[in-house]
C-alpha cells in the first residue's frame, strides 16, 4: 500500500518530459498512479504535470537516480562556490549521507576518522552535532537535548580556532552558524526561549559573514530558513531575532532552498515536512515524507514524521506499518510508542491502544512531557469508550504532570460535555 503511494508521490519530481495536454495525460496516465490518488485524495499541481508528462512514463529507476542526483556531484559544486577544500567538503557529505540514511553509528564513525584525518578543521567537532541533533530529534528526551548542548559547546571552539585559520573560512563559518542554530532548536523543543534567541542570534552573525564569504553558497538558505522556522514557533514568548519570519514565510523560503541546496537539501527536506505537519497541512508532510523515504527508509526523524502525517491524513494502517518498523528496531523509542497507541486509536483498535498508552504512561523513567502526552491520548481512548469521568482523571493527572496544552483543552470541552472533538 505505501509502496503504491510512494510511487504516486514521487513522479511529479521525475526527470521533465515534453509537456502534453490535460486531456492527452488524463488518457495515458497509469492505472496504478489513478488509483492511488483516488484512494488517498491526492492532487498534482496542473503545472507540475505539464512539466512531468504523463504519470506512467516515470519509471522507479527514474525516481531514485532524481533523487540521488543532488548529491552525485555535490562536493565540487559546494566547494567551488565555498571556496573550501574539496577533501573536506567530501568528508562533510559523507557525514551528512549517513545521517540522512539514518545510520547515525555510521556517522559516528565517519566523524571519528574526520577527526583523524583533518583534526584543525573543527568539522568532525561539527559533524558530532549534526548527529546528535538527529538522535535527539529521533526520540527527545532532556538528556538527548543535553548532549546536543554539549557538543555545540565543543564544536563552538573547535570551529572558532579553526575560522582563525585561512583556508576553509566559508565553509566553518556555515558549519558553526548550523551548530548555534541546532542549538536553538535544542532550546526551542524545550520552551527554552531565552537561550534559544541567544543562539539564534550568534547563527545570524555567521550566516552574515558566509553571506559575504560566498554569496553564491545556496546551502545559506537552508541553515537561515531552518533556523527562522523554528524561532517563529516562539512568538506567544515574545522571542524575535534579527530576521523574524513568520511560519508560512520561513516554509516558503525551505522550500526554495531545498530546490537549490547542493548538500543541504534533505536537511531542508525534513525541516519542511516537519512544518507542514505542524501547520496542519498532513498530506503535504506525508507526501514529503514519502519522497525522502524512498532513498532514506531507515531516517528515524523523517518516519516519525511520516506516521504522524498518516495519522492526520486519515491512514492508520499506513501509520502503524511504518511505527512497527521503527519500533521493531528501537523498542525504546518512545515517540514511536505514543504514536503507535495513537495510531491503534485511529483505527478504531481502542483496547490495543489502550493497553499500549497505558504502559507508555506507567513505564519507569518516561520523560513528564511523554507521560503527559500519553495521558491525554490515553484519555481520547477513554472519551471514545463513552468513559467521561476516567477520561476527566486522566487529563488531570497529565496537566499536573507536563503542563501539556493539549490536555487543557481537552479538560476544557470534557468539562462542558463536548466530547473530544475529533
Known sequence: MIASLVLSMLVACGPK?????????GASEGAEATAARSKYGVTMDPNVKAEKGVLGDVT???????????????????????????????????????????????????????????????????????????RASADPT??????????????????????AKPGNEALEELALAGVFALGAKADAEEGRWADAKTRADKAEAHLARVRTLAPKLPDTAVVEAGLAWWMSQGGAAGVATSTPKTPSEALGALRAAERNAHLLGPAATLALARGQLAGGDARSARDRGLRFRVVNPDNTVNNLILAQAFVGARQPGDALAVLDEVVAKQPDNLQAQLWRGVALMRAGKLDAAEDAL???????????????AALTKLARVELKQ???????????????????????????????????GE
Do not use: C
Not at 518530459?17 to 495525460?25: G, I, Q, R
Not at 497505558?358 to 503527559?372: E, M, Q
Open 142 to 163: 532532556p538528556a538527548a537535548w543535553d548532549a546536543v548542548r554539549s557538543a555545540v559547546t565543543t564544536a563552538q571552539g573547535a570551529l572558532t580556532a579553526a575560522i
Open 358 to 372: 497505558s504502559a507508555l504512561s506507567t513505564r519507569a523513567g518516561v520523560p513528564a512531557t511523554v507521560k503527559g
Open 386 to 420: 463513552g468513559h467521561a469521568k476516567k477520561a476527566q482523571e486522566l487529563l488531570e493527572q497529565a496537566i499536573a504532570t507536563s503542563d501539556d496544552p493539549e490536555a487543557t483543552q481537552l479538560l476544557a470541552r470534557v468539562r462542558e460535555g463536548k466530547g473530544d
Open 60 to 134: 522507479d529507476e527514474e525516481v531514485i537516480a532524481w533523487i540521488n542526483r543532488p548529491f552525485a556531484a555535490a562536493s565540487y559544486r559546494f566547494a567551488e562556490e565555498s571556496g573550501a577544500d574539496t577533501k573536506v567538503v567530501d568528508r562533510v557529505r559523507d557525514v551528512l549521507q549517513l545521517v540522512f540514511q539514518g545510520d547515525l553509528q555510521g556517522a559516528e564513525q565517519a566523524a571519528g576518522f574526520f577527526a583523524k584525518d583533518f583534526p584543525a578543521s573543527g568539522m568532525a567537532e561539527a559533524s558530532r552535532v549534526v548527529i546528535a541533533s538527529a
Open 17 to 25: 518530459k515534453a509537456p502534453e495536454s490535460a486531456a492527452s495525460a
